[in-house]
C-alpha cells in the first residue's frame, strides 16, 4: 500500500489494515483551496501536520469545510521535497493511547505544499498569487518562538534579519520579511483583510507576531521599500488581526518503531528521515489523542467553522489569555523545561519513564505545577487549571507510547525560559514581594544551565538540543569544569540578569543567588545532580 492518491485508492486493504480513508474526496478539497484559498499555513512540519491538519480533517468529514489548508514551509525545504511531494501531500495520522492502542488515519486535508523560496521564482509567485486571492481568511502558524525573532539577546539584528532588511521583498529569506512580502502583495491586490493566526507556545503570541510583523515593515518604511498607507493597513486589526491562541498537544518525534509496525501493516516507505537542516519527520505523525486550542474569535474576512474542530475553544483576548497562561506559564510547559534538560543530564531518554520510575523527578515536576504554580495562575473559565493538571498527571505525562524524549524537550529552552519561568516568578514578586518562595522553579533553571555544560552525571558528553543561544551561552559557560566547583565564579550573572531570556532579573526577584548555589552544588563531580535534586525535593 503507497501513501497516495492512488494508493488509496484500495480501499479493501486499507480497511482490513486498520487505517481509515478519508470520508471526502481529497482532490476535489484539493483543487478547491488551489482556486481559492482560504486557510495558509506557515511550518508544516509534526504539530501542524497532525493537529491543524486533523482539526481540518474533521472539518471536512463533517462537511462544514470545503477544501483543504495551503501548506508553506519557510525554513526547511527539504520537509517539501521528502515528505509531502513524494506522499501527494497525504499524512497518516497515529494516535497513541496510554493502554498501548492506536489509531491510524490518512489525513487528506493538506491541499498543496509551496516553498517559501524568493530565490525560486515559481514557488515565490505561486505564494503571491495565493495571499493576493480575495478568498483568503487566515494564515496559521506553527513556526516555533525563534521563528518570530528578529533580534538577538544584545537587541542586534540577526544577519539574516539584517540581510532582509537592507534587501527588501524581493529577496526575503527569514519567515517574517515573507509574511511582510506577501502582506504588500495582498495590500496591492486590494487591501483585502486577513486574519494572521500564530499557534505557537509563547505568551501573547498574536502580539509577538504582530510586533515582528510591524517592525519589519517599519524597517522597509524607512528604506523606501513600502509607503505609509501600507504601514496603515498592516496595523489595523480591523483589517490585519493578530487573534491569540493556545495550543496545547503532545508531539513527539517520529517514532521509528511506529514506522516498522506500520510496514508490516503493507504501508510502504514509512521511514522517517532527519532533513539536513535537522528536522525529524516522517510520512507519519504520532502523537497523544488529548489536544486544546483556544483562539480569539478575531477574523475581518471571516474563517471557517473552527468551533466545530475537535478541542478547538473560540473565546475572547483575555480568556485566551488566562487560557494560555495557565498552560504555558503554569501547567504543562514549565515542567517540560524544568525537568527535560534535567533527565538529559540523568541520562534518561523517555521523558514518561524518567518520571515513572524517578520518585525525584516526578516530586520535582508536580512541585512545578501543583506547589508553585497553581497558586498564582487564574482561572480561564472554560478551562480549570486543576482538571488540566490532573489530567496531565494522571493520563498523559505517564504515556510511555508516545515516546517523547528529554532531547526534544530541550530544544530552545533559551528562547522559552523567560515565557515558562520568568512570568510565574514576576507572579511571586507581586503577591510576596519576591520569590524567594520558590524552590522547583530555580532548580528547574540551574539544572537547564548544567545541562549547557555538555556533560551528563557520570562524566559523559553529549550533543546539545538545537537552540539558537547554545554557542553564546556555552561561551559564558565554558571557563566552568564539572567536578571542579572553584571554576565557578560569576558566570551566571549575565545569564540570570538578563531580562531579555527572562522578562526579568533574577537577582533582584530574590532568586538569583539561588540558582548560583544549586548550580554549584550541581557541578561538584558524578552524581552531583542527582544528589542535588533529592536534596531539594524532599
Not at 485508492?9 to 486499507?14: A, P, Q
Not at 504539530?47 to 491543524?52: D, N, Y
Not at 474542530?309 to 480568556?319: E, H, Q, S, W
Not at 534535567?342 to 515536576?365: C, I, Q, R, S
Request: a negative charge; hydrophobic letters at 40%; charged letters at 25%.
Amino acid at each position: 500500500m503507497k501513501l497516495t492518491l492512488e494508493g488509496i485508492k484500495d480501499c479493501e486493504l486499507w480497511n482490513k489494515a486498520g487505517i481509515t480513508l478519508p470520508g471526502y474526496d481529497v482532490e476535489k478539497v484539493s483543487q478547491k483551496a488551489k482556486e481559492e484559498p482560504k486557510w495558509v499555513h506557515f511550518g508544516i512540519g509534526n504539530i501542524f501536520r497532525i493537529f491543524i491538519g486533523g482539526i481540518a480533517d474533521g472539518l471536512l468529514e463533517e462537511g462544514v469545510l470545503d477544501r483543504a489548508i495551503t501548506c508553506v514551509e519557510t525554513f526547511d525545504y527539504d520537509v517539501v521535497d521528502k515528505i509531502y511531494d513524494p506522499y501527494d501531500n497525504l499524512g497518516l495520522s497515529v494516535i497513541l493511547h496510554g493502554d498501548g492502542t492506536r489509531e491510524y488515519k490518512v489525513l487528506g486535508s493538506l491541499a498543496e505544499a509551496v516553498k517559501a523560496q524568493s530565490a525560486d521564482p515559481k514557488q515565490w509567485n505561486r505564494l503571491k498569487k495565493i495571499f493576493a486571492s480575495k478568498s483568503l481568511q487566515l494564515v496559521s502558524f506553527t513556526i516555533t518562538e525563534k521563528g518570530y525573532a528578529l533580534q538577538k539577546a544584545d537587541g542586534s539584528w540577526f544577519p539574516f534579519v539584517e540581510n532582509d532588511i537592507k534587501n527588501g521583498p524581493e529577496q526575503v529569506t527569514g519567515a517574517m520579511a515573507v509574511l511582510v512580502a506577501m502582506l504588500l502583495e495582498r495590500y496591492k491586490a486590494g487591501k483585502y483583510p486577513l486574519a494572521l493566526v500564530s499557534m505557537d507556545n509563547c505568551s501573547q503570541n498574536g502580539a509577538k507576531l504582530r510586533e515582528s510583523v510591524l517592525m519589519m515593515a517599519e524597517e522597509w518604511r524607512k528604506a523606501g521599500f513600502v509607503d505609509t498607507d501600507f504601514i496603515d493597513y498592516i496595523s489595523d486589526e480591523n483589517v490585519i488581526a493578530f487573534p491569540w491562541t493556545m495550543i496545547d498537544k503532545i508531539t513527539p518525534r517520529p517514532s521509528e518503531q511506529i514506522a516498522a509496525d506500520l510496514e508490516a501493516l503493507g504501508v510502504e516507505d514509512m521511514q522517517p528521515v532527519i532533513t539536513s537542516k535537522q528536522t525529524y519527520i516522517a510520512p507519519f505523525v504520532n502523537a497523544e489523542k488529548p489536544q486544546y486550542l483556544v483562539i480569539e474569535d478575531s477574523f475581518p474576512n471571516g474563517r471557517p467553522a473552527l468551533e466545530k474542530g475537535f478541542g478547538v475553544y473560540l473565546a475572547d483576548r483575555n480568556t485566551v489569555n488566562l487560557s494560555e497562561r495557565m498552560k504555558v506559564t503554569v501547567c504543562l510547559n514549565p515542567v517540560h523545561s524544568a525537568t527535560g534538560p534535567l533527565g538529559v543530564v540523568l541520562g534518561y531518554d523517555l521523558f514518561a519513564h524518567m518520571l515513572n520510575t524517578n520518585e525525584d523527578m516526578m516530586k520535582m515536576a508536580r512541585m512545578v505545577a501543583y506547589d508553585e504554580g497553581l497558586p498564582v495562575v487564574a482561572d480561564p473559565g472554560i478551562l480549570s487549571p486543576q482538571e488540566f493538571v490532573d489530567e496531565l498527571f494522571h493520563d498523559r505525562f505517564p504515556n510511555e507510547y508516545l515516546g517523547d524524549t528529554n532531547l526534544r524537550l530541550a530544544v530552545d529552552v533559551s528562547q522559552m525560559v523567560g515565557i515558562r519561568f520568568g512570568e510565574t516568578v514576576k507572579a511571586y514578586v507581586a503577591k510576596y514581594g519576591d520569590a524567594s518562595k520558590l524552590t522547583a522553579i530555580p532548580l528547574g533553571i540551574a539544572g537547564w544551565l548544567r545541562y549547557m555544560l555538555a556533560v551528563d552525571d557520570e562524566g559523559k558528553k553529549y550533543e546539545l538540543a538545537p537552540d539558537p543561544m547554545n554557542e553564546e551561552l556555552q561561551e559564558q559557560l565554558g571557563d566552568i569544569v564539572v567536578g571542579k566547583p572553584e571554576t565557578f565564579t560569576d558566570q551566571l550573572k549575565p545569564i540570570l540578569s538578563n531580562e531579555r531570556i527572562f522578562f526579568t532579573d533574577l537577582y533582584k526577584d530574590g532568586i538569583g543567588e539561588k540558582i548560583e548555589e544549586m548550580f554549584r552544588e550541581m557541578i561538584a563531580g558524578s552524581g552531583a545532580v542527582k544528589t542535588t535534586i533529592h536534596k531539594y525535593v524532599c
